[in-house]
C-alpha cells in the first residue's frame, strides 16, 4: 500500500524522530508509520470535504516540531453528479401564483471546479410549457400562468449533463419535482341544466317536495362547496342547504288554457373566500289535473295463431285503452312490461299499440303459448300519471307437420322353439309431436304372412297369432312390417320391419378359450383406443342359430381405464394411466349368448411399463454447513443432498454433479455418488473468492 505523503524533518542532532498526529483525526481515517502518512479507510465526498491534521514531530527534547496536513477530498471523476434531497423535490403553488422564479435545484457532488461545464434541463412533465429552468443555475420559474382546474399536479422530470470529464463523456442523473397546485375560488358554481325545467301537476299539494336544484363548482374543497340556494317567488320555495324545491302554502292561480309556465330566478352561492354566486332561471310548468287512468276493454286478451305461418314484419294483434282525460293526461302510450316471453315481442310505435315479434314463425311443437303483459300509461307530469296492465295470452294452433316416428329404425326379437299361442313379444313405439288427432296414433301390421302375429292398434303390443315350431330346421328368421299413422287431415305414416327369429333351446353356455389373459407390459403413456388384447368365447348354441356372443367389462380394479367391444371383444385403453398410481389392472370379463342366461367368466390382468416421465421432484437438504475455512483439506463434507423421483427409479440410477456458473472448471469442491458435497483438490482461498454460489443437479439417466 503506497502512502499518501512522505513527512521529511531534519535533527542536527541525528537522532530518531518520532510523528504524532496530534488532531483533525476523529473519525481513524489515517495513520502514521514513522514518516509516512497513509489512509486507513474510505473517504466520502458527500459526508466531508476536507481534513486538517495537526502532526508533531519529537526528539530527544521536549520541544516538538509542529506541522499541518490537509487532505482534500474531490469526487471520483467515473461518478456521476448527484442532486440533493436524492433528486426528489415537491413544490406546492397556488394557481395566482406570479410569474417567476420558484426553486433552485442543485448538486451535492460534482467532479469539477467549475460550474461551466454542469448544464440543466426540463425533459418531460411540462406538458403545456408553463415552467423554465435555467440551464446554467439550475433555478426552476414559472412562466406562465396555473389553472388548478385544468391541471391539478406536475411531475417535472430535470436531467443535470456533466461534461467535465470529457465532452464526449457526458454523465448525467436526473431528479423529479413534484408540483402540487393549490386551489383559490376563481369559479362561480353552476346549475345543472336538468334542475332547471320543472312541470307538475295543478293539484300538487302544498308544501310538497317536486325537484331538486343541482349546483356545482369546479373549484375544489371549501370554493367547491354549496352553501345556501335562494329564490323568491309565492307559488314555490327552496330549502337553503340541500336544494329541494317544493310549493308554498299559496294554491297556484289557473291559467287560461291547460298550462301555466312561471319562470323565477334562483341563486347559489359556494363556501369559498371570498364567496361566489351562480345564477339561473328555474322554469315550471303547471299542468291541468289527471282524474282518469287508461282502461283496457278487459282484464285479459287471448289471441290464436297457426304454426308455420309467415309472421316477420305483420302486426300480430292491436291492444287499446281509453283515457277520459284532455290532452296529455288523456293521451295514452303503450309498453311491454311483462311475461315469459318478453323479449320476443315489441311495439314499433308506442302511440298504436300494434304488437309485433322477431320470431319468423310460430313453431307449436318448440313453443304451444307465449305470456305477454302490456301496460297503457297516459302522458300526464311525472309523478302524477297514471296506468293500467292487462295480461295477454297467444296460443298456437297446431298443424298436421310431423311424421310419426318410431324409436328404433327395425325390431327384432328371438323366441324358442317352446313358444305358445298369445306370448308377448317386444311391442314397439311410435312417437308425434303434433298435438290432438294429429298426434294420435295407429298402429297396424302393414305385412303379417300367415297371420302369424296380432297388433294392438293403440298401444303397439305385438302377440304371437300361434305357435311356430323350427322341424328340422336350425333356426327360422320371420320378418314382418308394422305401420303407424296418425289421425290427421291429411294424415301421416311410417313403416319399420320387425324380424322374428326361432331358436332352438339354449343348452350350452358360451366359453372362453383361456380362463386368464395376461398382458405382461402395457407402456403407461398409451392413449385412448389403444388395442390392449382380444378376449374370445364360444357357444355352440349361438353358432348354429347364427347369433354372436357379447362381452363385457363386469368388475375389476381400474375397469374404468378399458372398455371392450360388444362383439369383437378387443379390449381398449379408455382412460389415462399412470403406473405409478396403478401398476396392475385386474378385470373381470363375461362372454353372453343375447337370447339365453348362460355366462361364462374371465380374468384379465395387465401390467404397466413405467415410463421415465417425470424429472425428480425433489432435492431435500439433509445436511448443509453455511461457511468452511479455507485452506481446508481435501475430503471435508460440506452438505448431503437426497434425490426422489415420481417415477420410482432405484436410488443407484440417480446421479448428481455440481457446476459453479463463475468456473468451469470448479476443483475447489465435487459431489459424489451418494450426494455428499466434499472439498475439492484445490483449496478454497478467502482472499481469492470468499462466496460460492453452486448449482446442485439430480438426473434419474
Known amino acids: 500500500v503506497q502512502p499518501l505523503l512522505r513527512l521529511t524533518c531534519y535533527d542536527i542532532d541525528s537522532v530518531s524522530l518520532l510523528y504524532v498526529i496530534q488532531s483533525g483525526n476523529d473519525q481513524g481515517k489515517f495513520n502514521l508509520s514513522g514518516e509516512e502518512l497513509f489512509l486507513i479507510s474510505a473517504l466520502n ?8 491534521l495537526s502532526i508533531s514531530v519529537f526528539d530527544n527534547s521536549t520541544m516538538p516540531q ?3 496536513v490537509r487532505v482534500v477530498v474531490v469526487p471520483d471523476p467515473e461518478l456521476p453528479p448527484v442532486f440533493t434531497q436524492d433528486g426528489r423535490y415537491s413544490l406546492a403553488l397556488f394557481e395566482n401564483s406570479p410569474l417567476g422564479d420558484i426553486f433552485q435545484v442543485s448538486l451535492t457532488v460534482y467532479y469539477t471546479s467549475s460550474l461551466d461545464v454542469i448544464q440543466y434541463s426540463l425533459i418531460s412533465g411540462d406538458q403545456y410549457n408553463q415552467f423554465l429552468i435555467n440551464s446554467s443555475t439550475g433555478v426552476l420559474s414559472l412562466r406562465s400562468s396555473l389553472d388548478r382546474e385544468r391541471v391539478s399536479s406536475y411531475i417535472l422530470s430535470i436531467m443535470v449533463f456533466d461534461k467535465s470529464v470529457h465532452p464526449i463523456m457526458i454523465r448525467t442523473a436526473l431528479a423529479t419535482m413534484m408540483v402540487t397546485v393549490l386551489d383559490i375560488n376563481d369559479n362561480n358554481p353552476t346549475f345543472t341544466p336538468d334542475s332547471l325545467t320543472i312541470t307538475i301537476s295543478i293539484d300538487t299539494p302544498q308544501s310538497s317536495p317536486i325537484s331538486t336544484l343541482i349546483c356545482s363548482d369546479l373549484d375544489s374543497g371549501e370554493n367547491s362547496t354549496i352553501a345556501s340556494y335562494s329564490l323568491t317567488n309565492d307559488y314555490i320555495q327552496v330549502e337553503s342547504s340541500s336544494g329541494v324545491v317544493s310549493t308554498t302554502d299559496n294554491v297556484f292561480p289557473l291559467g287560461l288554457g291547460p298550462l301555466l309556465v312561471h319562470q323565477i330566478n334562483v341563486e347559489c352561492v359556494d363556501a369559498g373566500t371570498p364567496t361566489r354566486t351562480g345564477s339561473a332561471v328555474l322554469e315550471i310548468t303547471v299542468r291541468q289535473s289527471n282524474s282518469h287512468s287508461p282502461q283496457f276493454s278487459d282484464s ?11 309472421v316477420t314484419g305483420r302486426s300480430l294483434f292491436q291492444v287499446t285503452a281509453s283515457d277520459d282525460d284532455t290532452d296529455l293526461e288523456g293521451a295514452v302510450f303503450y309498453s311491454l312490461t311483462g311475461g315469459t316471453d318478453m323479449n320476443l315481442f315489441f311495439l314499433p310505435v308506442s302511440e298504436f299499440g300494434y304488437v309485433h315479434t322477431v320470431l319468423t314463425q310460430f313453431d307449436r311443437e318448440n313453443r304451444c303459448c307465449y305470456d305477454l303483459q302490456i301496460t297503457a300509461i297516459d302522458r300526464a307530469v311525472e309523478g302524477f300519471q297514471m296506468s293500467s296492465t292487462v295480461s295477454v295470452s297467444l296460443n298456437i294452433t297446431d298443424e298436421n307437420d310431423n311424421t310419426p316416428t318410431f324409436v328404433q329404425f327395425m325390431y327384432f326379437a328371438t323366441i324358442f322353439d317352446n313358444n305358445t299361442a298369445g306370448m308377448d313379444l317386444p311391442p314397439v313405439q311410435c312417437n308425434d309431436p303434433d298435438s290432438g288427432n294429429n298426434g294420435y296414433i295407429v298402429y297396424s301390421l302393414s305385412y303379417n304372412p300367415n297371420d302369424l302375429l296380432s297388433i294392438n292398434p293403440g298401444t303397439g303390443a305385438v302377440f304371437l297369432n300361434s305357435p311356430i315350431r323350427l ?7 320371420l320378418t314382418f312390417y308394422i305401420t303407424c299413422e296418425d289421425m290427421g287431415v291429411p294424415p301421416l ?5 320387425y324380424s322374428v327369429q326361432i331358436a332352438p333351446l339354449d343348452q350350452h353356455a358360451p366359453m372362453f378359450e383361456h380362463d386368464a389373459y395376461i398382458v405382461s407390459s402395457l407402456p403407461e403413456s398409451s392413449l385412448p383406443e389403444t388395442f390392449v ?4 368365447a364360444t357357444d355352440q348354441d349361438a353358432i348354429n342359430a347364427g347369433r354372436q356372443i357379447e362381452y363385457r367389462i363386469s368388475s ?9 367391444g360388444l362383439i369383437s371383444g378387443n379390449i381398449t385403453v379408455n382412460g389415462q394411466l ?6 396392475a389392472y385386474n378385470l373381470i370379463v363375461i362372454a353372453t349368448d343375447p337370447t339365453s342366461t348362460l355366462v361364462d367368466e374371465a380374468s384379465v390382468t395387465i401390467y404397466l411399463f413405467d415410463i421415465n416421465e417425470h424429472a425428480p421432484v425433489e432435492i431435500l437438504f439433509v445436511q448443509l454447513n453455511i461457511s468452511i475455512l479455507e485452506n481446508s483439506p481435501p475430503g471435508i463434507e460440506i452438505a448431503l443432498f437426497v434425490c426422489r423421483d415420481i417415477d420410482d427409479i432405484l436410488p443407484d440410477n440417480i446421479t448428481y454433479s455440481i457446476i459453479d456458473p463463475m468456473d468451469a472448471l470448479l476443483a475447489e469442491f465435487i459431489i459424489n455418488a451418494n450426494g455428499s458435497v466434499l472439498t475439492g483438490p484445490n483449496s478454497a482461498d478467502c482472499e481469492t473468492r470468499d462466496v460460492y454460489d453452486l448449482i446442485i443437479i439430480c438426473n434419474n439417466n
Request: charged share 15%.
Open 300 to 310: 285479459f286478451l287471448t289471441f290464436e295463431f297457426e304454426e308455420n305461418i309467415f
Open 45 to 52: 465526498y458527500t459526508q466531508q470535504t476536507s481534513y486538517t
Open 556 to 564: 375389476g380394479i381400474g375397469s374404468d381405464h378399458f372398455t371392450i
Open 533 to 536: 388384447v382380444q378376449v374370445k
Open 578 to 583: 399412470n403406473a405409478s398410481l396403478i401398476a
Open 66 to 68: 509542529l506541522l499541518k
Open 493 to 497: 305414416s311410417s313403416i319399420v320391419s
Open 471 to 477: 322341424g328340422s330346421k336350425p333356426s327360422i328368421l
